[in-house]
């Protein structure tokens, strides 16, 4: 019930191409989405996050697409350029403050 | 705003020894920190909950005695590894809860070496 599971585990794209990188989970108590990235040999970093009341929220390039009946929810990021090479981990909790249930996690990788 | 510093950034030990990881939030005050551990190319681990003044909760297979968690204030929560061995080497993360919608920032990560 604590599950999250995220998918692809790894992800090649061409620089201008989107990657979509997707999330499902288990718990229906979770009411906080978000996702995080992480450079290799630093801390994660909070990209957005999205609370069940709304389908989508956008910042900047980044998309977060929620289907609280299917209980999936997935990250877009539009126009991705090589910077954006990084691992991308999605989380659930039942509150912002809560404890964290982790993905697996998403390497990805932008081509020149 | 939501900066999460650790100290240090990386450590190397030798085995037997003790070590501390410190863990600040440094524009706000968080009630709460987290401390994680990840192997290379896994996912974050949740090893145990800090709230200020007062014990921590640890999680399931996470030895207390082994990683003592001290939060003494608002701002600054410490992990000392006891006894540490080879095994405990591992990139060690904390987060802090805080900002206009009490969310989770982590800190830069502190590698962890022991011989």
Known sequence: ?112 | GAVVSQHPSRVICKSGTSVKIECRSLDFQATTMFWYRQFPKQSLMLMATSNEGSKATYEQGVEKDKFLINHASLTLSTLTVTSAHPEDSSFYICSATGGLYNEQFFGPGTRLTVL
């Open chain 1, 1 to 112: 019930q604590q599950q999250v599971k995220q998918s692809p585990q790894s992800l090649i794209v061409q620089k201008g191409g989107i990657p979509i990188i997707n999330c499902a989970y288990e718990n229906t108590a979770f009411d906080y989405f978000p996702w995080y990235q992480q450079f290799p040999g630093k801390g994660p970093a909070l990209l957005i996050a999205i609370r069940p009341d709304v389908s989508e929220k956008k910042e900047g390039r980044f998309t977060i697409s929620f289907n609280k009946s299917a209980k999936q929810f997935s990250l877009h990021i539009m126009d991705s350029q090589p910077g954006d090479s990084a691992t991308y981990f999605c989380a659930a909790s039942g509150n912002a403050g809560n404890m964290l249930t982790f993905g697996g996690g998403t390497r990805l990788m932008v081509k020149p």
